[in-house]
């Protein structure tokens, strides 16, 4: 079974300046995807970002991007220019192919992160 | 794009009493997942269905809970005898077919908020 750990329960950044969250996580799978999720205060969670493992390139979405280490299992989140807006609970999700046709998620137990103005 | 909606938003019942959730997917989306999120816990996978067949299912859904997805359109996920540990925020997630060139991404709705007094 996989786990997600994220080790970093809040955290807070001051507007503009930059934080980065970690998560490391543990498969014995080689092919598989990792996500970061937002959920902000009373609304939907959405994605932020998402990494394929057989890429070694690190994705990149605007002010967001991720430093995947396959080896180390790690992938963190570095948020950019951070904005108040970016204040939600982040979550680090995996996923892999079950084999019944479940492509389903496993959670971190999220960070809240908090951007100050 | 409407995006996936559930109803209720938040449902308070008394202990043992029966409740049922519905959630509508993104029209194109032919894979739907329900998810359990307790509070300060990341969500944590309940059941899948592709098309109208619930093809797996988490140990945490235990024989109080049913889901179904007739006509492979919108689900309801019905629990039986609530207990106040059902008390929960009950997330869905819709993503495209599985030989679709987009990666995997769910979408989530905004999620039923349960409370068992």
């Known amino acids: 079974a996989q786990t997600v750990t994220q080790s970093q329960p809040e955290m807070s950044v001051q507007e503009a300046e930059t934080v980065t969250l970690s998560c490391t996580y543990d498969?014995?799978?080689?092919?598989?995807?990792l996500f970061w999720y937002k959920q902000p205060p009373s609304r939907q969670m959405i994605l932020v970002i998402r990494?394929?493992?057989?890429?070694?390139q690190n994705a990149t979405e605007n002010r967001f991007s991720v430093n995947f280490q396959k080896a180390a299992k790690s992938f963190s989140l570095k948020i950019s220019d951070s904005q108040l807006g970016d204040t939600a609970m982040y979550f680090c999700?995996?996923?892999?192919?079950?084999?019944?046709?479940?492509?389903?998620?496993?959670f971190g137990k999220g960070t809240k992160l908090s951007v100050i103005p | 794009d409407t995006g996936v909606s559930q109803d209720p938003r938040h449902k308070i019942t008394k202990r043992g009493q029966n409740v049922t959730f519905r959630c509508d997917p993104i029209?194109?989306?032919?894979?739907l997942y329900w998810y359990r999120q307790t509070l300060g816990q990341g969500p944590e996978f309940l059941t899948y269905?592709?098309?109208?067949?619930?093809?797996?299912k988490s140990r945490l859904l235990s024989d109080r809970f049913s889901a179904e997805r007739p006509k492979g359109s919108f689900s309801t996920l019905e629990i039986q005898r609530t207990e106040q540990g059902d008390s929960a925020m009950y997330l869905c997630?819709?993503?495209?077919?599985?030989?679709?060139?987009?990666?995997?991404?769910?979408?989530f709705g905004p999620g039923t908020r349960l409370t068992v007094l």
């Open positions: 997630a819709s993503s495209f077919p599985r030989d679709d060139p987009r990666p995997n991404e769910q979408f």
């Open positions: 498969t014995s799978e080689n092919n598989y995807y």
């Open positions: 990494q394929e493992a057989y890429k070694q």
């Open positions: 999700a995996f996923m892999s192919y079950s084999g019944a046709g479940s492509y389903q998620l496993t």
């Open positions: 029209s194109e989306h032919n894979r």
């Open positions: 269905f592709q098309n109208e067949a619930q093809l797996e």
